[in-house]
């Protein structure tokens, strides 16, 4: 039997079982608005004791619901946009059949968070930390495929893509190994975490998602190492318990989008009772090769390195298809009056996922994938509250399970490089809350974090099929442990008009590998340790306008990644500094293709810090809210990549089975599988972010909201005055939606924009993803390889021109050894409409229209295009 299967007996079981009490009246009735216009799709509760009865009202505005006890009954109606309404109705006296109940329209609505101060239930308008909250309306009409991309609408987030199946939120110039993800207040990140942008978050399942809270800026005290950009916690969606018994609902979705061909189901079953409720989902979609605007590639390996327009080999990109499934169970149990226990577990697996900047979006390479991908996280939480001196205190046990695994092969008769890695991250927390004098909220815990890696790496020549294993990219065993405590207060020193917050946190960290001499690994134990704090002021000038004002520190301290990867990155072939030490290395001055020494050896690695003073105001109306915030972040002791300068040549070694090919004059040294020099890790240089984030919405009209947004923020390196990599451009948008008092459709028009990226650090202007360098080496490698495996290449010349290896390398080089594709990424404008209708009290039909002019542009930093227009279809059935 089935695990749907059996799911469905159950619930019919537990229905048949339901109790009924004897039901005969009939209450009968409209909905109307303040002026006294029908009310369509609004939610009617009718709770009678024990009994609760739902129903909705019609295009008119009129309802009816039968089944109804002769009792005392309090009638709820509620809609998105207005105030409920609520009414007391006697049935026990028979001429009662009728009522009429009125919805004012609603002002804006309070946003209500819980990150700033782990758990605590706060107003977004009185915390002093800039945020912003993604609900599950909005993620229901938002275009996306996989999680991350519902955040390209809030301030300040640039969500970048290296291929079609992942995403990586930047906020302020910071993602992944600087960015921290929470999944219900637990730690997302890990050890295993690199540099530069991740896919991670991608593998979060966007149906079981209640909200997103996104607190921009540093939140090092509250969750400790990586949180210099600025935090995401993903809220799951909480089964409630049910006030009437045992009672049970569910859902089911089905979606398709055009652009990439796309379709997807999802099915979530909640059963509740009065002490507990249990909620299971599953989802399973496939997404096909992506066509982007105009049907064009702008960083194709066709254009990067034979000068010519991506459309003579496809108009929808190659290899960007796959494939996700997943399922997840959670469960809400009250064991006493004032004690809970939450718990989750979810499972994700992502399959023919290709690393589409590597293949022809970029690199060339014949083979570039991540497979599998898997997920496995879950929780149990104990909350009480009334206990003792605290308050309330809470605690959890997690589980957090990682699978990235990965296979690369330059060309169809080159040796694969196969590689599995696996991490699971054991959590333990706790904290407790107390409010002192009213008017003081302490929280305070502690938390341990324990790593366990496992990892392999093998080469396997396709000729005869014989697997060498060599060293894995991180060692097999390796162990990294985190732990923290921190303490935080909130004070309202005047009521509604001061508040202070202030907080510290003890961070510790400790790397250890094991021995390994058939890999030179030796043993190795790395501790190291951080104090950070913060401090925020909240002033109220008048009842609608706060002022902010906050100085962190946040900090990040050296991972697994940092310490002890080797191997080819989006940054490069990448080694350890032990290696590179080892090896006579000295830093670079950048980490760009024409890095020069600076003299300075390579040595061991300290946590990095950011001290970040921000200001802001933020103004709250029922009609009008908007929020500006400055900020000016220092970097110190940056966790970077630099060049590997070697004075001594270094040709021939071999390091973790890849060998040393070249070296230039200056000690840049280079492998075969790789153009871009050798890279390690350093934290030599301090760097400066300053920015500014603002977003405004405004009730129009009774069924009008326009929303807007911007942002811009720029870095630059202290030393060398270079640009910090992946810097976002100034990018902002605007909605404007349309929702008829009394109808059941909603319109929403939408615009995108972002302005041209030119400020590129040399890292970036050497990524496939971004600037496309390419060399005379880099040429003859294509053209010899990829170009002629597909055709492009006959009889020594490129047959669309009838050009030699050299007259390509001469017409696309303009000569010189060695440029870029770009030197910036272009700005654009994209335009979208969506719209809603409630076809049916049960039934929601949703459209997205995106991209209606078919522009080619690029997210800057992502490794694939934007998608041309692009028509996604949902349809949603509650029963």
């Known amino acids: 039997m089935s695990f749907v299967q059996m799911v469905t007996l159950w619930a019919t079981a537990i229905s048949f079982g339901q109790v009924s009490e004897p039901a005969d009246r009939t209450l009968s009735g409209t909905v109307v608005d303040s002026i006294g216009g029908g009310v369509a799709i609004v939610t009617i509760t009718v709770a009678c004791g024990k009994r609760v009865v739902t129903g909705m009202s019609d295009q008119q505005g009129r309802f009816s619901i039968a089944g109804l006890p002769a009792e005392q009954c309090l009638v709820v109606a509620a809609r998105e946009f207005f105030d409920a309404a609520t009414l007391d109705v006697d049935l026990t006296d028979a001429s009662i059949s009728t009522v009429r109940l009125t919805l004012p329209v609603a002002g804006l609505k309070t946003e209500l968070v819980v990150t700033p101060t782990r758990g605590a239930v706060e107003e977004a308008f009185d915390v002093p930390e800039a945020i912003t909250v993604t609900t599950r309306e909005e993620i229901n009409s938002r275009p996306h495929q996989i999680l991350p991309q519902v955040l390209r609408e809030e301030t300040g987030v640039l969500v970048q893509q290296t291929t079609t199946a992942q995403g990586s939120p930047f906020i302020r110039g910071f993602s992944a190994q600087r960015i921290v993800y929470l999944m219900d207040g637990i730690r997302f990140n890990t050890s295993i975490f690199r540099a530069g942008a991740t896919q ?111 459309e ?324 110190r002791d940056i966790l970077q990549r630099r060049t590997a300068i070697f004075p001594a040549s270094i040709v021939g070694t071999t390091i973790a089975g890849f060998t040393v090919a070249r070296q230039d004059t200056t000690g840049r040294a280079f492998i075969a599988e790789d153009p871009r020099p050798i890279v390690t890790r350093a934290n030599r240089d301090r760097a400066r972010v300053v920015g500014m984030e603002s977003d405004a919405q405004i009730r129009l009209a009774p069924g009008w909201l326009a929303i807007g947004y911007f942002s811009i923020v720029t870095g630059r390196e202290l030393g060398n005055d270079h640009h910090l990599r992946r810097m976002p451009p100034p990018l902002g948008g605007a909605r404007v939606r349309w929702e008829p008092v009394g109808q059941s459709f909603w319109i929403e028009g939408t615009a995108s924009f972002a302005f041209a990226q030119n400020q590129l650090s040399p890292g970036d202007v050497a990524d496939a993803r971004i600037g496309g360098w390419r060399t005379r080496d880099s040429i003859t490698e294509f053209f010899n390889g990829g170009a002629t495996a597909l055709g492009l290449v006959q009889n020594g010349k490129l047959t669309a021109t009838g050009e030699t290896l050299e007259q390509v390398q001469d017409r696309v080089l303009s000569g010189a050894d060695g440029a870029s594709l770009f030197v910036e990424t272009p700005g654009f404008v994209s335009i979208g409409a969506r719209a809603g209708w409630q076809l049916h009290p049960r039934i929601m039909l949703t459209v997205l229209a995106e991209n209606l002019t078919d522009r080619n542009y690029r997210w800057h930093g992502s490794g694939v295009d934007a998608p041309g227009f692009n028509l996604q279809v949902r349809t949603r059935y509650t029963f």
């Open 200 to 310: 991670y978050l991608g593998w979060i399942n966007p149906a079981l998602v209640d909200r997103l809270e996104v607190v921009r800026g540093p939140s090092s005290v509250q969750y400790g190492s990586d949180s210099l950009g600025g935090t995401i916690n993903v809220l799951s969606v909480e089964p409630a318990l049910s006030t009437i018994g045992r009672h049970v609902s569910g859902a089911v979705e089905g979606a398709f989008g055009s652009a990439d061909l796309s379709g997807s189901g999802d099915a979530t079953l909640l059963v509740q009772d009065r002490t507990w409720a249990v909620r299971f989902g599953g989802t399973s979609q496939r997404v096909g090769e992506l066509r982007t605007g105009r049907g064009r590639d702008s960083h194709s390996a066709v254009t990067r390195f034979l000068g010519l327009p991506s």
């Open 312 to 635: 003579v080999l496809y108009k929808s990109l190659p290899q960007t298809d796959f494939s996700q499934t997943g399922g997840y169970v959670a469960t809400t149990v009250e064991v006493s009056k004032d004690a809970s226990l939450n718990a989750i577990f979810l499972h994700e697996d992502q399959f023919g996922v290709n690393r589409y900047d590597r293949l022809l979006g970029g690199d060339g390479r014949h083979r570039s994938e991540f497979t599998p991908q898997r997920l496995d996280f879950g929780y149990i939480r104990y909350q009480r509250s009334n206990a003792g001196w605290l308050d309330r205190w809470s605690t959890s046990l997690s589980l957090n399970r990682q699978q990235d695994d990965r296979l690369e092969q330059s060309r169809p008769n080159t040796v694969i490089e196969q590689q599995t890695g696996r991490v699971l991250a054991l959590g333990y927390q706790a904290q407790g809350a107390r409010v002192v004098a009213d008017r003081h909220a302490l929280t305070f815990g502690g938390e341990v974090y324990d790593e366990y890696i496992a990892a392999s790496r093998a080469f396997q020549d396709p000729a005869t099929n014989v697997r060498t294993t060599v060293r894995p990219r991180i060692p097999d065993g390796t162990r990294y442990t985190s732990t923290g405590l921190f303490m935080q207060m909130a004070s309202e020193i005047v009521p509604g008009r001061l508040m202070l917050r202030a907080g510290v946190r003890h961070g510790y960290f400790l790397f250890r590998t094991r021995p390994a001499p058939e890999f030179s690994v030796r043993l190795q134990r790395v501790p190291s340790s951080a104090l950070t704090f913060h401090s925020g002021t909240v002033i109220g000038l008048t009842n609608v306008v706060n002022a902010t004002f906050s100085i962190s520190r946040g900090f990040r301290a050296a991972n697994a990644v940092d310490l002890g990867s080797i191997g080819i990155s989006g940054g490069g072939f990448e080694i350890t500094p032990a290696v590179a030490y080892n090896l006579g290395g000295l830093l670079g001055d950048s980490d760009g293709a024409d890095a020069a020494s600076t003299g300075f050896p390579v040595t061991d690695l300290k946590p990095e810090s950011a001290i970040s003073v921000e200001a802001g105001i933020k103004i709250r109306t029922s009609a009008f809210s908007a929020s500006l915030s400055v900020f000016d972040l220092e970097l």
